[in-house]
């Protein structure tokens, strides 16, 4: 965790709740923390934690965490000294040049990577252009693009050499490690490389400022697999936090509040190219709660119209539930006829299109209006019950309750049943569990005995608490770590201990992971001032007992004793038969 009179500042204005709620709208309080599904991992139960109190986030299940300046890198994958400068326009700091600003070498290798990625997707637009490109563009005019699009988005072909790029970087002077690191080429074996995209037209993936920071290929050989190929994940791309065309919708999404999530590339650039430029998509993978997290800090109206195939119908379904799991409202629109949006927009225009979205419905009518589609009879009862069973499994995920109790009212009404049966029927719906964590630092925290980590715990909530702890020594504890941490507090200037936490993480980075998570931990609640006080003096006094306790079992052991150690045996044993009398 970096510092400076300048980031100090930053971090004095800003709270890190504030921060992140942006980027997590479903933050909640719990305790004395707040909490959500996290945005780096999927997951169905909430791990990840801020702490208010001293100004850090940790996810339980992944392990990410750190400051309000690392959540901001990882979540829009900056550098240093972009999140510090996005956070001090919003804290209304002057930040200064970049170049007064340490860099580690990290933030380097990221703005090289960067540079690279951008170089990249000049090449690749260049030799669309080239006769080398020609099939490239014969294809994109049968999609109807216009030039002004192709150069909106900076299409682009890779040639189907294996080493096109690569020589081009090489003589550019980026290097081979570079490269690799960048996703643009690939390793074989016998150490070997060659150009990820090879034969493909090129679609550069932005981020939110308009960086490149990958890319998604489409083969024109119908014998060639797969179809479309996107970028392995860097340090700058992620799928499951990217939407394509984000960059160039943001504006009317800031302007309207709606968004439409379309499918793929062509889908999002024809929507564009007709004025529908509030489409985006994912990149040819399911959305994720990152998605939705990243779709509800811009947007209040959402609709998703993905194919009209089973595949397209089922993602738009899973979509939806995704949506209402992170506490968003969506709605799903259908063409109906089997064409996808660009291909529709071509052929019908943008007002019969915009007139498609105004029919989007709620995923419940959705669902049911799929169910009755092309019925030229009514249901059976036993195809009522069926199809009710199902469409529970949706309303069962709905997190609002208003909302749920008006979708019993719809199902009933719509299949012509009791609301009373319907409702009976969806307290018998199991919505599936979440999976348990598989907890990495979790072991090693819990290496740690409760009673030295419940204390540790006590005193990062609470650095102040490190006066009653006088009569404790290093050596009471049994825990290595434990040991260091206690020690450290101990040695740490009394104004420095109000942010214990930082100065532990920068003496020992190796153990940041373990130190956030001890810092947010919850004991179980609000606690009061006396409350913490009488539990850390209780703690205090049974740390001390059983180091005293050890201590005689390694004296006794080491029979046949000394007669130091007989003499200290005999006086630790007077004390330890008067500490139990005051635990």
Avoid at 226 to 239: A, C, G, M, Q
Wanted: glycine residues 8%.
């Amino acid at each position: 965790m970096s510092s400076s009179p300048v980031i100090e500042l930053i971090r004095e204005k800003l709270d890190i709740v504030d921060v992140v709620r942006e980027y997590v709208p479903a933050l909640r309080k719990a305790g004395r923390n707040h909490k959500a599904n996290c945005p780096f991992h999927n997951e169905k139960s909430p791990s990840f934690t801020v702490s208010p109190d001293k100004q850090i986030f940790y996810c339980f299940g992944c392990n990410e965490g750190g400051d309000v300046f690392t959540f901001v890198m990882k979540i829009e994958g900056l550098t240093f000294p972009e999140a510090a400068r996005k956070l001090a326009l919003k804290a209304g700091v002057e930040y200064g040049d970049d170049r007064s600003h340490a860099m580690t070498e990290a933030d380097k290798e990221r703005l090289e990577i960067k540079k690279l990625l951008t170089a990249a997707a000049a090449f690749y637009h260049k030799t669309l252009f080239s006769p080398a490109g020609e099939k490239a563009r014969l294809y994109l005019g049968e999609r109807r693009l216009s030039k002004a699009t192709v150069e909106r988005f900076e299409l682009g072909w890779a040639p189907a050499g294996g080493k096109a790029l690569m020589d081009e970087m090489k003589k550019a002077g980026w290097s081979r490690d570079l490269a690799l690191k960048a996703g643009l080429v690939t390793e074989r074996e016998g150490g070997l490389v060659a150009d990820t995209f090879r034969g493909r037209i090129m679609f550069p993936i932005r981020n939110q400022a308009g960086d490149t920071v990958a890319f998604g290929g489409r083969v024109l050989d119908p014998e060639g697999q797969p179809k479309y190929l996107n970028s392995p994940e860097t340090v700058l791309f992620s799928k499951r936090r990217t939407l394509y065309g984000l960059h160039e919708a943001l504006p009317r999404i800031r302007k309207s509040a709606k968004l439409l999530l379309l499918e793929g590339y062509m889908d999002v650039i024809g929507a564009h190219q007709h004025g529908v430029d509030w489409a985006v998509a994912p990149l040819g993978t399911a959305l994720t709660a990152e998605h939705a997290g990243l779709i509800g800090r811009y947007a209040k109206d959402t609709v998703v119209m993905f194919d009209d195939d089973r595949a397209g119908i089922n993602a738009s379904v899973r979509a939806a539930e995704i949506f209402m799991e992170a506490g968003f409202y969506v709605r799903l629109a259908s063409l109906g006829n089997g064409q996808d949006p660009d291909e529709y927009l071509n052929e019908y225009g943008r007002e019969e299109f915009e007139g498609k979205l105004a029919e989007a419905s709620d995923p419940l009518e959705f669902r049911m209006n799929l169910f009755f589609k092309g019925r030229k009879t009514p249901p059976n009862s036993q195809e009522k019950a069926q199809a009710i069973a199902v469409l529970l499994e949706t309303v069962a995920k709905q997190p609002d309750e208003i909302l749920k109790s008006e979708w019993v009212k719809s199902l009933a009404s719509r299949f012509g049943v009791e609301e009373a049966s319907v409702l009976k029927q969806l307290r018998k719906t199991v919505v599936e569990a979440p999976k348990a964590q598989k907890g990495g630092a979790l072991r090693s925290v819990n290496d740690i005995p409760s009673i030295e980590r419940d204390f540790l715990r006590l005193l990062l909530r609470d650095p102040s608490l490190i006066e009653a702890a006088a009569l404790l020594e290093p050596d009471d504890f049994s825990n290595m770590l434990a040991r260091r941490l206690f020690e450290s507090m101990r040695a740490l200037d009394p104004a420095e201990r109000a942010k214990a936490p930082t100065a532990l993480i920068a003496k020992f980075p190796d153990d940041a992971t373990l130190i956030m998570e001890l810092t947010v931990a919850d004991l179980g609640g609000e606690t009061s001032g006396a409350k913490t006080a009488y539990g850390a003096i209780r703690d205090l006094k049974m740390l001390k007992h059983l180091s005293l306790k050890r201590r005689v079992k390694e004296l006794k052991d080491a029979e046949p004793m000394t007669p130091e150690q007989f003499k200290e045996y005999s006086r630790l044993k007077t004390e330890l038969n008067s500490s139990a009398k005051d635990i």
